[in-house]
């Protein structure tokens, strides 16, 4: 069935709004009233129709706007994007295992033709017809994962491996919770998450490394992280703290409801078969205060949560200014009942 894709504003005026088709499939990221840092990874396999999880790639009612929105980024910043040069069969690799899964999962809307290494890739939604010979850039008018990272929602990395170890060697990243590919680019796996408050001494980065090292290929893996944000903004990045930063000193009582969102990543990683590459997909889903409280087990839920939040977390997440009012606002929801297990939203 064709999207309706919406024309929608990440930034300036903030047009962005999810319907309500959006806000029930929303991947809420708390399955109980208490949370801390973990592993919490599981297969990327095929979900519930109409889920985030149906496909490898989901495509939504935001495709086209974010699509637009990483353009924008990406014309301001040419850094957003990086790759070093030993990273070329990976490229290849992504441009692969992206324009088929689009081609098969969304076909009313994209469409890859191939004859030999001659291939043809249309996007409808985005007036893209381009044929190109596989595994010669010359013939595309960028470098394969600048091309279509311009075409799958979320941020990608590509992480090398070697030395019993990843190094994040290449990536598109434009919708960041205040990090910076640029900064990071060419860092291994230990360098890149060394911020990270209390998962060293948890052990959780050692035992995520161990289990990615032997991710296998056709066997991909996810996991949701999340944050909470002023504003429905893709780009907090740190190149463009100027922008945004000061949001959090216009959060108060009354539109604490409307200006923080709740922001999860679904975090899907996928071995690659030529350079054995992993791809590390960042796909964001943004969804206001309001929007979470049309659910009131969701809202019941989010409160424990940010209620029993350790600080150090809190702090590393950038919510000290406005989580107090977070809280507040929550709480009205708040009636006791056992919510049980689960990320459901009735």
Not at 275 to 284: D, G, K, M, P, W
Not at 299 to 308: D, F, G, I, N
């Amino acid at each position: 069935m064709a999207l309706n894709f919406k024309q929608e504003t990440f930034r300036d005026d903030y047009t962005y709004k999810n319907s309500e088709e959006a806000i029930k499939r929303f991947p809420f990221p708390f399955p109980e009233d208490q949370y801390m840092y973990s592993v919490n990874i599981e297969p990327h396999t095929k979900g519930k129709p109409g889920s985030v999880y149906e496909f490898p790639f989901d495509v939504d009612e935001h495709y086209v706007a974010e699509c637009k929105d990483r353009a924008i980024t990406l014309e301001q910043d040419a850094g957003r994007y990086q790759a070093l040069p030993h990273m070329m069969d990976a490229q290849w690799d992504f441009l692969e295992l992206t324009m088929e899964s689009l081609a098969n999962d969304y076909p009313e809307h994209f469409t890859l033709t191939k004859n030999g290494s001659s291939w043809t890739w249309e996007n409808r939604p985005l007036g893209i017809h381009d044929t190109f010979t596989f595994g010669d850039s010359s013939t595309l008018p960028r470098e394969p994962l600048d091309y279509m990272g311009r075409q799958v929602q979320g941020d990608f990395v590509l992480l090398d491996q070697r030395d019993e170890t990843l190094y994040a060697d290449a990536g598109m990243v434009t919708c960041q919770a205040d990090w910076s590919l640029a900064f990071n680019v060419g860092m291994s796996w230990r360098e890149w998450h060394g911020p990270v408050p209390r998962a060293t001494e948890l052990g959780v980065m050692d035992r995520a490394l161990k289990f990615l090292l032997n991710l296998q290929l056709a066997n991909p893996v996810r996991r949701l992280n999340w944050t909470m944000t002023v504003n429905p903004r893709l780009d907090t990045s740190p190149e463009n703290y100027p922008y945004w930063g000061g949001d959090r000193n216009k959060v108060n009582a009354e539109n604490v409801s409307d200006l923080i969102h709740l922001r999860v990543e679904l975090q899907s990683l996928f071995r690659l078969p030529r350079s054995n590459a992993i791809v590390f997909s960042i796909r964001c889903y943004l969804i206001s205060l309001k929007d979470i409280a049309t659910y009131p087990r969701w809202a019941k839920r989010l409160y424990r949560v940010q209620k029993t939040m350790h600080p150090d977390l809190i702090e590393y997440k950038g919510m000290t200014k406005f989580h107090p009012l977070v809280v507040e606002w929550l709480s009205q929801f708040e009636d006791g009942a056992d919510l049980g297990i689960g990320t459901q939203p009735e």
